[in-house]
């Protein structure tokens, strides 16, 4: 069921490393590669690849990373501007042409208790994140089955593609498929993850028909979104605090179908949350996926709540 395209995305990852890191990095075997979560970038130390739980070192001529590569490398990124990526930089990370997130470690600058930005860089994650296209045409069909579509929670422990999956079901649910006709989606994008928003335009497919809010909590943007994008559908990204659950019990009962990840081995972990427990007290989410590792796989299994 998993369609990978992790050589290609990690090729387009490997041009954003310091230029002497890059030929190590694209000897790195194939299946290694493929698997690859992150590059790991961090000062006076070697470049290392983050795949399957474990980081790979790769080495180059001239040593470890110096402070001074890891801040040209935060230029090339930002286009040579960083007041221009200020509003994700202060928040620790940078949105990287071709749908890459890079985190971002350093000296904070705080004003008023608030962080305004980062100097100093001290390490960065570059994030391979991946289109699968066709990984949730079943789930997608065994959720839908001819009604109407409800509200799914995507479970998975953390590194097993939570945001792949729903990445790949907002962009079949917008643009439609065989038996399962288009419907507006509406992102609330807190992290800049799903649709990774650069200039005004989403860096990942998530459909014709998809409006993204991007860079703001997701208390907040849900009702925005309800107030100016009429969605048939609302999909946000990993559920950690009380606060968005308001806003996602107030769309579940304006007949607004929810998707979200969190962050659960499986259902019995999922029920031991308090958090959850209380979304299930609002009776927003009927179903779930649950996303185990086989070997280097994965698989999608659809649950009722």
Not at 7 to 14: E, G, I, N, S
Request: with cysteine; glycine share 10%.
């Amino acid at each position: 069921m998993e369609i990978r395209d992790g050589d290609a995305r990690y090729a387009a990852a490997v041009k954003l490393l310091p230029l002497r890191w890059q030929r190590p990095a694209l000897r790195l075997p194939e299946e290694q590669r493929a698997a690859a979560e992150e590059f790991r970038l961090r000062a006076g130390q070697m470049l290392t690849v983050l795949a399957e739980d474990r980081e790979l070192e790769l080495e180059a001529e001239g040593g470890p990373l110096t402070p001074g590569e890891l801040e040209q490398m935060c230029d090339r990124l930002t286009g040579y501007s960083r007041y221009a990526a200020s509003e994700t930089l202060r928040s620790g990370y940078l949105a990287a042409e071709g749908g890459f997130r890079v985190g971002v470690c350093g000296t904070a600058v705080v004003s008023g208790g608030v962080n305004t930005n980062l100097r100093s860089i001290s390490s960065l994650a570059v994030r391979i994140g991946c289109q699968r296209p066709g990984i949730a045409r079943e789930v997608a069909a065994g959720l839908y089955g001819g009604g109407a579509l409800p509200s799914v929670l995507i479970v998975s422990a953390p590194g097993l593609g939570k945001t792949t999956l729903l990445r790949d079901m907002i962009r079949l649910l917008s643009d439609g498929a065989e038996g399962i006709p288009p419907r507006r989606v509406s992102v609330a994008d807190e992290r800049g993850e799903i649709a990774v928003m650069q200039q005004g335009r989403p860096q990942m497919d998530v459909g014709r028909h998809t409006d993204v809010m991007d860079g703001c909590p997701k208390a907040i943007a849900i009702p925005m979104l309800l107030r100016s994008c009429n969605p048939q559908v609302i999909a946000v990204d990993e559920i950690t605090v009380r606060e968005d659950l308001t806003a996602i019990s107030a769309a579940a009962h304006c007949g607004v179908a929810l998707l979200a990840t969190i962050h659960a081995a499986d259902t019995r972990e999922l029920l031991a949350k308090p958090l959850f427990r209380q979304l299930l007290e609002m009776e927003v989410f009927s179903s779930c996926v649950v996303i185990r590792r086989q070997g280097s796989d994965r698989s999608y299994s659809v649950e009722t709540l």
